[in-house]
Structures are given as structure tokens and as C-alpha cells.
């Protein structure tokens, strides 16, 4: 008799993990913001401002892929636009760079600062557990440097890319990876290329004792305990809990911040955020390690808000904190 496969983990909604070691990531939440998970085909030619195309990156591990937005209008003057190399969210566990909920704000982010976005397409735990998604962060910078030393070749970034200021920016685990990956590049002769600055954007740092704002703050569609929980069991090195660098770099387990070569930081923390309180002992950490590291805050605002285009749409309040937001990651590139 054929083995009727068991669930043996599940995220509600998003994950089922089965025994055999598959895992299903088809959506079973809501019908109505399934829209915002499904992928946005790559177009060549500007669709409001912006061209994208998937480009397959020389790395160790095949699959290597990224996202490239191209917005159509350069300031005056301007040749080269900055890159703002981007890292999906998702708990490590689920999400894909084309979703439309990434499409829909960094194609904007692009037009309006304007710079070049390239998204990573990142491995999921568990079949691909931590370290996987850090290497394909740090794969696709190091390819970054083979096109600015003429050893390969891509025409919307030899054509219109200032190598020279690169900005790492990533969304919930993503932002785990922008400071994973500045601490790896700071180790390394990574020119012509330079690091410019790292935006982690309501990043996972957490350790294992719960904080006061994972036991107080509402839960949200984006957030809530049990995907920090149950994502990070999944993609955290076998036997680790969250006390792990990887999860809270601030912590004692972790190098210490001041030993580390980071370009200048712009933390960006939603004031309603169920791990706000992990990010801003993140954000004293390095402060007092001397690290030059700024704060933007959302107030009012859940975690990823800016991802929920439905929010974004409808409600006012969203609207304007997303287009502050904006502004404000634009501004600090501005000043590097």
C-alpha cells in the first residue's frame, strides 16, 4: 500500500512540512491578499517607469538568480544610478522575490530614489537551512564585483550602475541578511565595488527569552509568534535556538559589534512591531560598538506594513507611512 504522507510541522497558512521531507508552501489563508503572493511575470520594456528581467548569476550553487528593476527617468545629469541589492523576507521559509507584494514596492523604491534594484532570489529552509540564503546574499555581491572588475557581463548594470554605491537593503529575514552580509563583505577586498550602507528593514533579530513587545504587541497578518517560532526552528542550524548570530547578532553568542567593518546603518523599526524590542537592543548595540547607525520609525505601524498593498491602497494612514518610509531610505542613500 502507498504511504499516505503526514504532516509533521505546519505555519498556518503558508507552510505544511511532511515526513518524507517535502514541503508544500501553497497559500491557505485568505483568498482575498492571495494575490499578493503570486509572481509578477519579468518585463523588458517600462510598465509605469520601471523594466524588470531575471538574470542567472555565475555562483556556486546553480540556482543562483536574481531580480533587476531598471527605473526609466535619471535625474538630470545623472549617469549611474546606485544598486540596492535586495533580500526577500519570509522567515527563511517562504516567499519568492517575484511576488507581486515585492514588485509592488521596489519597483517604486527604484523610481523613487532612483536607483537600480536587484533582488536575490534567496533558498528556503528547510530543505535549505541557514547558512544557504546568507551565501546567496553574499554570491550575488560577488557577482556585483565581477561585473565592475569586466569579468562578466550585464548590460542594464554596466550601462547605468555606480559600483561604487551599493546599498543593502532586506525586509524582516532579510534585514538578518543585510547585516550578515556587510559583516562578511567588511572582511573581504570587495572593490571596485563599495558597501555604501545597509538597511535593515524591521529585521529577525530575537533571542530565545521572549521580549516585552513579542508578549504585548498585537499579532499581525505579517507577524505573528508562531511563524517566529516555527520559521526560525525550521531554518536556524540544526540544534540552535534563537540566542544564534544569525537571529540576534547583538547578542553574547554572537561576534562582537565593534570588531566588525560595517558601512553605515539606517534601522528601520515599525513602532507596533511584535519584535521592536530585539531591534532597538540591536540598535544600542551599535551604537555603543561606535557603529554609525540610524533609526527610522514607523509610527503606528506593523511589521512589513508597507508589503500589504491592500493597507497601502485603502488605508490613508498606511499610504502616507509607506510614502515616509520611502523617503526616508532615499534620503539616506542620498547622504552616502
Known amino acids: 500500500m502507498a504511504h499516505?504522507?503526514?504532516?509533521?510541522?505546519?505555519?498556518?497558512?503558508?507552510?505544511?512540512?511532511?515526513?518524507?521531507?517535502?514541503?508544500?508552501?501553497?497559500?491557505?489563508?485568505?483568498?482575498?491578499?492571495?494575490?499578493?503572493?503570486?509572481?509578477?511575470?519579468?518585463?523588458?520594456?517600462?510598465?509605469?517607469?520601471?523594466?524588470?528581467r531575471d538574470v542567472t548569476i555565475n555562483g556556486n550553487n546553480l540556482g543562483g538568480?536574481?531580480?533587476?528593476?531598471?527605473?526609466?527617468?535619471?535625474?538630470?545629469?545623472?549617469?549611474?544610478l546606485p544598486i540596492i541589492l535586495h533580500f526577500?523576507?519570509?522567515?527563511f521559509c517562504i516567499s519568492q522575490t517575484d511576488w507581486f507584494m515585492y514588485y509592488h514596492i521596489y519597483s517604486r523604491l527604484a523610481k523613487s530614489v532612483?536607483?537600480?534594484?536587484?533582488?536575490?532570489?534567496?533558498?528556503?529552509?528547510?530543505?535549505?537551512?541557514?547558512?544557504?540564503?546568507?551565501?546567496?546574499?553574499?554570491?550575488?555581491?560577488?557577482?556585483?564585483?565581477?561585473l565592475a572588475q569586466g569579468e562578466a557581463h550585464e548590460p542594464w548594470l554596466n550601462?547605468?550602475?555606480?559600483?561604487?554605491?551599493?546599498?543593502?537593503?532586506?525586509?524582516?529575514?532579510?534585514?538578518?541578511?543585510?547585516?550578515?552580509?556587510?559583516?562578511?563583505?567588511?572582511?573581504?577586498?570587495i572593490s571596485p565595488?563599495?558597501?555604501a550602507g545597509g538597511i535593515p528593514v524591521h529585521p529577525g533579530f530575537v533571542r530565545a527569552e521572549r521580549s516585552k513587545s513579542e508578549l504585548e504587541?498585537?499579532?499581525?497578518?505579517?507577524?505573528?509568534?508562531?511563524?517566529?517560532?516555527?520559521?526560525?526552528?525550521?531554518?536556524?542550524?540544526?540544534?540552535?535556538?534563537?540566542?544564534?548570530?544569525?537571529?540576534c547578532p547583538m547578542g553574547p553568542a554572537a561576534p562582537p559589534l565593534a570588531d566588525l567593518n560595517l558601512p553605515p546603518f539606517l534601522l528601520c523599526v515599525a513602532e507596533n512591531d511584535l519584535i521592536k524590542d530585539t531591534e532597538m537592543e540591536y540598535y544600542e548595540a551599535m551604537k555603543k560598538a561606535g557603529k554609525d547607525v540610524e533609526l527610522l520609525i514607523n509610527p503606528g505601524m506593523g511589521h512589513s506594513f508597507y508589503l500589504n498593498k491592500i493597507a497601502v491602497d485603502m488605508d490613508p494612514n498606511t499610504g502616507a507611512q509607506t510614502s515616509g518610509f520611502i523617503q526616508g531610505v532615499a534620503e539616506f542613500m542620498r547622504k552616502h
Not at 526577500?88 to 522567515?91: A, F, N, P, V
Not at 534567496?122 to 564585483?145: F, I, M, S, T, V
Open 193 to 195: 565595488v563599495k558597501l
Open 159 to 189: 550601462e547605468h550602475a555606480d559600483f561604487e554605491r551599493v546599498f543593502l537593503i532586506g525586509d524582516s529575514s532579510g534585514g538578518n541578511l543585510v547585516h550578515e552580509v556587510a559583516a562578511r563583505a567588511g572582511k573581504m577586498d
Open 4 to 52: 499516505q504522507k503526514r504532516v509533521v510541522d505546519e505555519v498556518s497558512g503558508w507552510l505544511r512540512v511532511y515526513d518524507d521531507g517535502s514541503v508544500d508552501r501553497t497559500w491557505t489563508g485568505p483568498p482575498e491578499v492571495k494575490f499578493m503572493a503570486e509572481p509578477v511575470p519579468p518585463h523588458q520594456d517600462f510598465i509605469d517607469g520601471v523594466a524588470t
Open 65 to 80: 538568480r536574481v531580480r533587476i528593476y531598471l527605473p526609466q527617468e535619471k535625474p538630470e545629469g545623472i549617469n549611474k
Open 88 to 91: 526577500h523576507g519570509g522567515g
Open 217 to 247: 504587541q498585537p499579532e499581525s497578518p505579517f507577524l505573528t509568534l508562531e511563524m517566529v517560532d516555527k520559521f526560525l526552528s525550521l531554518s536556524l542550524p540544526l540544534n540552535c535556538n534563537k540566542d544564534h548570530p544569525f537571529t
Open 114 to 146: 532612483p536607483a537600480i534594484c536587484i533582488s536575490v532570489y534567496l533558498r528556503l529552509a528547510p530543505e535549505n537551512r541557514l547558512p544557504a540564503a546568507h551565501d546567496d546574499g553574499y554570491e550575488a555581491l560577488l557577482w556585483l564585483r565581477s
